[in-house]
């Protein structure tokens, strides 16, 4: 409706070189500041979306990496008996034949 009421006005304008020319800028403010109604939202929408995915893509790439630390983990425990013992060690406590455990417990105690 106001773009068509803008397009009348500049037709009719035809003689007035003046008023054709603040017509066309009043049109043209008319054209920027719907554009700015109508996008504004939209611009603001993308750069909180483009924030979003990108968190997302660094979230993915760490999984990415654990991942293939897994994959690596997993292939050592299948083929690698000194990695498997090292683990039963660090992890679960254990100890290997021929391997003696020293406990020394401190009759004072620390500071």
């Known amino acids: 409706m106001g773009i068509t009421l803008i397009i009348l006005i500049l037709v009719k304008a035809k003689n007035r070189d003046g008023f054709r020319r603040k017509a066309v800028l009043a049109a043209l403010a008319l054209v920027v500041v719907a554009g700015v109604a ?14 979003e995915r990108d968190g997302i893509l660094a979230f993915n790439k ?10 690596t983990s997993i292939e050592l425990l299948k083929t690698d008996k000194r990695y498997i013992g090292r683990i039963a060690r660090s992890e679960l406590g254990m100890i290997g034949k021929n391997e003696v455990v020293y406990r020394i417990e401190n009759e004072t105690p620390l500071p």
């Open 38 to 51: 109508v996008f504004g939202k939209g611009l603001l929408d993308i750069r909180r979306l483009r924030s």
């Open 62 to 71: 760490s999984i990415e990496d654990e991942n293939r630390g897994l994959e």
